[in-house]
């Protein structure tokens, strides 16, 4: 956000004033509370100034690199998840596997016709079947996949902290993101997102450099 010369006067006024009223800062500047009133707003809603009621404005500091690393653990799945690789449960091993290289990606999620979600299939998976004598252009995925109700999923509105702690107590390279749907009385999953080890490294990597 760009700002203004007189927004950044404000702001210099409250770090060197603060706690100190709309009226007081508008006298230092020769103005109206009025005219102060729309760039105040503006400073308020950007989270660079705060207002206590009947107290006056405040700087709001920037939060240290113990607060920023609490405030990333306390982010929401929906903000950092990755697009979702899904196959049908119909397709082949074969299918599968160029899928996974293609798309670039160590895990699939598997649907039903509808879209719903009932497995996933890991690169082990697939690797496993490929050494027997299994006719892996007939096959489907949903021979060797790991399938529903023992997926661990996770949710738009969960915490990366949620997600990173399935990741490694469940021992697993990636988790949908899926949203709950009734189907003729019967909840599914619908995939909505992937949540990754490698979703979870570039997360960490862009936001450890910000600290
Ligand atoms: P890989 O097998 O390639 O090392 P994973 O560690 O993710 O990859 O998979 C280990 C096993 O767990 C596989 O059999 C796989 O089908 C299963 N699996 C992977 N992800 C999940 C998940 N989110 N929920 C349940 N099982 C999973």
Redesign the pocket.
């Known amino acids: 956000m760009k700002l203004t010369e007189r927004q950044k006067e404000i702001i210099e006024i409250v770090k060197q004033n603060e706690p100190i009223t709309s009226q007081e800062i508008a006298e230092r500047l020769g103005l109206t509370r009025a005219a102060l009133r729309p760039d105040l707003s503006i400073l308020t809603m950007a989270k660079i100034l705060d207002a206590k009621p009947r107290v006056g404005y405040y700087f709001v500091k920037e939060p240290g690199a113990v607060g920023k690393l609490e405030k990333l653990l306390e982010m929401k799945i929906e903000d950092l998840q990755s697009h979702p690789v899904v196959v049908q449960e119909s397709s082949s091993v074969y299918n599968a596997i160029v899928t996974l290289f293609l798309e670039d990606v160590?895990?699939l999620f598997v649907s039903d016709k509808e879209g719903y979600l009932v497995g996933?299939?890991?690169?082990?998976?697939l690797l496993k079947v490929t050494i027997g004598e299994a006719d892996i252009q007939k096959l489907p995925v949903s021979v060797v996949?790991?399938r529903m109700p023992?997926?661990?999923v996770t949710k738009p509105e969960e915490t990366f902290y949620t997600a990173l702690r399935k990741l490694v107590d469940?021992?697993?390279?990636?988790?949908?993101v899926v949203v709950e749907e009734e189907v003729n009385g019967q909840t599914r999953l619908k995939v909505v997102g992937r949540f990754s080890k490698t979703t979870l490294a570039n997360v960490l990597a862009s936001h450890l450099s910000e600290l």
């Open positions: 160590g895990t996933v299939v890991s690169r082990k998976d996949m790991s023992n997926i661990i469940y021992k697993v390279d990636a988790l949908p």
